[in-house]
């Protein structure tokens, strides 16, 4: 029995490249790191799922709060909002803008915090009862939203058109325009080809670097988790067995705990870059 499910047991690249495709539009096929011609369901799903629980929980928020002694979850969410209202000011002077901005960076650090949490779940959890489900062993699922470009990418293309519809407001459509091909070398006719590249350079730069950081991180931190998963999965009654299977509950604790770091951090500097470059928009270069 032992040997025969052994036998019949994916191998260590096969159990990786299975839940490193995603239930998409194409099938059993796993798409490409990005690829705009495929829908990844499991993460809209999740995406979206997880953003219906960030507007359910502020608007509990909103509904419990009181002018009395707060209670613990109202003085978290106090702490949070204070946050992320410093950060606000701190970042966009308009105050105006502020109004929209702020809770805009609050929902950002809520909804990517709790996308990036999902890698906190076991590896094999949810993908499992998605295969009862569907009554099919070689379903696929993956539940970290954050861990697909088209996610990180998509968002921060959002953030692009915000910045892009600033500017428009602040500066007005001839004032954006005549930036764009006066800095920031000067106005000389002859600059302006060169200060156009270097705007256009400038915003492509942002918004891919603003997605794929956060893309790669949280791809490294499932990758590794499914590493750790590898080394439980290898276990049997022998001493090199058991030796992987407390090194697997050692290492998966250890890193689990590290990443609740890592996916509060990396919701933190998402929002940032959010504010930093909508504070952006509205400065005179």
């Known amino acids: 029995m032992t040997t025969e499910h052994a036998a019949n047991a994916p191998s260590a690249g096969e159990y990786i490249i299975h839940h490193l495709t995603h239930l998409n539009s194409a099938g059993a096929q796993q798409s490409s790191i990005v690829d705009w011609s495929v829908i990844n369901y499991d993460t809209l799903f999740?995406?979206?799922?997880?953003?219906?629980l960030v507007i359910f929980i502020m608007?509990?928020?909103?509904?419990?709060?009181?002018?009395?002694?707060?209670g613990r979850f109202q003085g978290c969410v106090?702490?949070?909002?204070?946050?992320?209202?410093?950060?606000?000011?701190?970042?966009v002077h308009s105050p105006e803008s502020r109004r929209y901005v702020a809770p805009l960076a609050l929902t950002v650090f809520m909804w990517i915090f709790f996308m990036?949490?999902?890698?906190?779940?076991?590896?094999?959890?949810?993908?499992?009862?998605?295969?009862?489900?569907?009554?099919?062993?070689?379903?696929?699922?993956?539940?970290?939203?954050t861990a697909d470009l088209s996610c990180t990418l998509g968002m921060s293309i959002g953030v692009l058109t915000l910045c892009?519809?600033?500017?428009?407001?602040?500066?007005?459509?001839?004032?954006?325009?005549?930036?764009?091909?006066?800095?920031?070398?000067?106005?000389?006719?002859?600059?302006?080809?060169?200060?156009?590249?270097?705007?256009?350079?400038?915003?492509?730069?942002?918004?891919?670097?603003?997605?794929?950081?956060?893309?790669?991180?949280?791809?490294?931190?499932?990758?590794?988790?499914?590493?750790?998963?590898?080394?439980?999965?290898?276990?049997?009654?022998?001493?090199?067995?058991?030796?992987?299977?407390?090194?697997?509950?050692i290492a998966g604790t250890a890193w689990a705990i590290f990443h609740i770091l890592?996916?509060?951090?990396?919701?933190?500097?998402f929002m940032m870059l959010t504010l930093i470059y909508i504070g952006q928009a509205h400065e005179e270069h």
Not at 78 to 91: D, F, G, I, P, Y
Not at 171 to 179: I, L, P, Q, R, T
């Open 59 to 70: 608007w509990l928020a909103a509904r419990k709060a009181t002018s009395d002694v707060p």
């Open 164 to 249: 892009l519809f600033y500017n428009i407001k602040i500066k007005g459509a001839s004032g954006w325009v005549h930036e764009l091909f006066t800095a920031p070398f000067g106005s000389h006719p002859l600059l302006w080809p060169v200060n156009l590249l270097m705007q256009v350079i400038e915003f492509l730069a942002k918004t891919i670097s603003h997605g794929m950081r956060l893309w790669g991180n949280m791809f490294a931190g499932e990758l590794i988790f499914m590493l750790i998963a590898l080394m439980g999965g290898a276990w049997t009654v022998s001493a090199m067995g058991v030796t992987l299977g407390i090194s697997h509950v």
């Open 78 to 91: 106090e702490v949070l909002v204070e946050m992320v209202a410093n950060q606000s000011k701190a970042t």
């Open 116 to 145: 990036n949490a999902m890698d906190l779940l076991p590896v094999d959890g949810l993908p499992f009862l998605w295969q009862l489900a569907t009554n099919d062993s070689h379903a696929y699922l993956r539940v970290v939203p």
């Open 262 to 269: 890592i996916i509060t951090l990396q919701a933190f500097i």
């Open 46 to 52: 999740f995406s979206v799922g997880l953003g219906l």
